[in-house]
């Protein structure tokens, strides 16, 4: 063979190693001969089929070649199989090993490493956080001990932030609801920090003091800063006292209100917060205001559940759980007092139920200040309280009835007279049944009620009258007039002295019931629209449930009811007709509206007698009782039907 034809069939083996896809490990029999050539044959086919193994992921294929080029091949596989493991060791979070071959791809590699195992720190530091919150969140929600619960908290979540202090402050606001002073509740302190919660500048600190730091909590931003970048001022001094070198202070609102603020100290090193830290953290400062909310619901609900909501006293629940506790012989003798507000009905038709309350409320507040402070005191119905006094006797009790009695006798709430009628019983021995002590104090109180009910009641008409008056002297001076034009009705229609004695009494308090209308709309000088002479045209049923809770005046407020009737039945509040009006209520109405014609009024001009007695005519048969304005006109006024 010739030598160029050599050349050629060299060349076409060797480029179908490259070229080919099936190819023959056998070597032609003309090339066997050449010197070196089935070395290089054979090596680059095992090149070629290792580069085809490591194609399909065989890294481990033998190269049994030798020479520079098979020893690089084999070097190169196995940092392949060094790059395979590393990467197998980081899927399996390993991320201590690097790679030290390749060039820059190592260089990259390293770096991606080095992220990951950055990253994976981070993740691990995030997942104890997380569990850290829950742990924190499950001890503020399950432990019934607010102060505990939040103590423990913070020190779960110290540990698990790495900080070497954490804190909570709550707020104080003053009478206006404005934010004044803020005190240090609670802390957790690592061994590399002080503690400050002896410290007496942070109890009752001055909010204005430390503005730089509640401005932002108070607008629900974190407050986060390397301390010496904070400007001098009153906050950075604190803090550098404290040693702290870093800070971060979040705040727990409550009802959208401003209620306190979590802190973190760093004292190590300018410890910066990320904006992931910060939202974790965020979550455990809504923990504390959930498990501050949910614990002041749970006292609201059970103070309510023991408590009356319009005195603050004890309620009857309380009360009778109570009796039984305190029936032992170690509390013998046992008093109970129990007591009725006198004059509470007649207060709330004078007045209205605003009074009402107010009347509750004060003898409630006297009743809990004249009583010890081991004493029950306790509102148990509308207008009845009942107070247990524990080793007290009767001469003890009495004493503090005398006081009760008398601190009402001074007390003053608007125009209501305050006083309550009180029956005691003692429990001497332990044989005696407590519920049958009760009802002696009861059947006592009921007694006295009968007399102190009734009196006051009359004192508070009296009252009622004076008040009416003192606004407007001119409703004492119609008032006189009218009584006076109804007693010389009577003595004329022949009524016997005590007739004429109730009428005349009557004529002085048919308007009382002014005394529970608006007095805008009583002294209003236009003309009044259909609501304000509704609200007007009750004043007659008003007077009628004041009257009509003194006995002795019964009748009378039957009387003032039925004065604005009118003959025809167009009238008020009933419609009545005719003899169905009380006779001295036809003689009442008569009175009335002669003094109101005759006299100065906001509202018209007053009419002259002959212009007056002509209306009444007119209305004769209408608005008046026939028979009784022409005896007025001709037997008092002595003039011409």
Do not use: W
């Given at each position: 063979m010739s030598e160029s034809s050599d050349t050629d069939l060299v060349i076409k083996s060797l480029k179908s190693l490259l070229d080919?896809?099936?190819?023959?490990?056998v070597i032609p029999a003309e090339l066997s001969a050449i010197e070196g050539f089935e070395q290089v044959y054979f090596s680059l086919l095992q090149i070629r089929e290792t580069f085809v193994a490591m194609g399909k992921g065989e890294l481990t294929y033998p190269i049994k070649s030798k020479g520079y080029f098979p020893s690089t091949m084999k070097g190169f596989q196995s940092s392949l199989q060094h790059l395979v493991w590393q990467t197998k060791a980081i899927s399996l979070g390993d991320f201590s090993q690097r790679v030290d071959f390749l060039g820059a791809f190592s260089a990259a590699f390293n770096s991606m490493t080095e992220h990951?195992?950055?990253?994976?720190?981070q993740l691990i530091k995030k997942q104890n956080m997380l569990k850290a919150i829950k742990e924190a969140t499950n001890e503020l929600l399950a432990n019934s001990d607010i102060a505990t619960s939040i103590s423990n908290s913070l020190e779960i979540i110290g540990k698990a932030a790495e900080v070497d202090r954490v804190y909570y402050f709550r707020n104080n606001r003053d009478k206006d609801n404005l934010l004044v002073t803020t005190d240090q509740k609670s802390e957790w302190t690592s061994l590399l920090c002080g503690s400050q919660i002896n410290n007496p500048n942070l109890q009752n600190l001055q909010i204005k003091e430390i503005s730089e730091l509640i401005e932002p909590?108070?607008?629900?931003?974190?407050f986060n800063c390397i301390v010496r970048n904070l400007a001098s001022s009153t906050t950075k001094k604190m803090l550098e006292e404290q040693k702290v070198l870093a800070i971060l202070v979040l705040p727990i609102f409550i009802e959208n209100e401003f209620w306190g603020f979590v802190g973190f100290d760093e004292c190590k090193y300018e410890r910066e917060w990320t904006d992931d830290d910060i939202a974790l953290l965020m979550s455990f400062s809504?923990?504390?205001?959930?498990?501050?909310?949910?614990?002041?619901?749970?006292?609201?609900?059970?103070?309510?559940?023991?408590?009356?909501?319009?005195?603050?006293?004890y309620n009857r629940r309380f009360y009778e759980e109570e009796l039984y506790r305190i029936d032992t012989a170690r509390n013998i003798p046992l008093t109970i007092g129990m007591g009725d507000v006198n004059g509470l009905k007649l207060t709330n038709d004078a007045f209205g139920h605003v009074a009402?309350?107010?009347?509750?409320?004060?003898?409630?507040?006297?009743?809990?200040?004249?009583?010890?402070?081991e004493d029950i005191v306790?509102?148990?119905?509308?207008?009845?309280?009942?107070?247990?006094?524990?080793?007290?006797?009767?001469?003890?009790?009495?004493?503090?009835?005398?006081?009760?009695?008398?601190?009402?006798?001074?007390?003053?709430?608007?125009?209501?007279?305050?006083?309550?009628s009180f029956g005691i019983a003692v429990k001497k021995d332990v044989s005696e049944g407590i519920h049958d002590v009760f009802k002696k104090a009861e059947d006592a109180m009921y007694k006295l009620k009968l007399s102190e009910s009734s009196n006051t009641r009359r004192r508070t008409i009296e009252l009622l009258l004076k008040v009416l008056y003192e606004k407007d002297n001119s409703e004492r001076l119609h008032s006189k007039r009218v009584s006076e034009i109804c007693g010389a009705i009577a003595k004329e229609m022949d009524f016997d002295e005590i007739e004429i004695h109730q009428i005349e009494m009557t004529g002085l308090m048919h308007d009382i019931g002014k005394t529970g209308i608006d007095e805008n709309i009583l002294k209003k000088t236009q003309?009044?629209?259909?609501?304000?002479?509704?609200?007007?045209?009750?004043?007659?049923?008003?007077?009628?449930r004041i009257l009509s809770s003194v006995n002795e005046y019964s009748e009378i407020a039957r009387y003032v009811l039925e004065h604005h009737e009118k003959w025809d039945g167009s009238g008020y509040p009933k419609g009545l007709t005719g003899e169905k009006i009380s006779l001295q209520a036809r003689i009442l109405r008569v009175a009335d509206t002669y003094d109101v014609l005759t006299s100065e009024r906001t509202y018209r001009k007053v009419l002259s007698e002959e212009a007056a007695i002509a209306e009444i005519k007119k209305c004769s048969g209408t608005m008046f009782d026939p028979a009784v304005a022409r005896i007025f006109v001709e037997k008092c006024l002595g003039k011409k039907w």
């Open positions: 080919d896809k099936e190819i023959s490990s990951l195992a950055a990253n994976e720190k909590l108070s607008r629900g931003m974190p809504n923990s504390i205001s959930a498990a501050i909310s949910r614990n002041d619901a749970e006292h609201r609900i059970e103070y309510l559940s023991y408590h009356d909501q319009l005195t603050g006293l009402g309350d107010l009347l509750i409320r004060t003898v409630a507040h006297i009743l809990k200040r004249e009583c010890r402070n306790a509102r148990i119905g509308g207008d009845e309280f009942v107070i247990l006094l524990p080793g007290a006797d009767a001469q003890y009790a009495e004493a503090i009835i005398d006081r009760i009695n008398t601190a009402m006798a001074n007390e003053k709430a608007g125009n209501i007279i305050l006083s309550i003309k009044l629209d259909a609501g304000e002479r509704m609200i007007f045209e009750r004043h007659s049923e008003i007077g009628y």
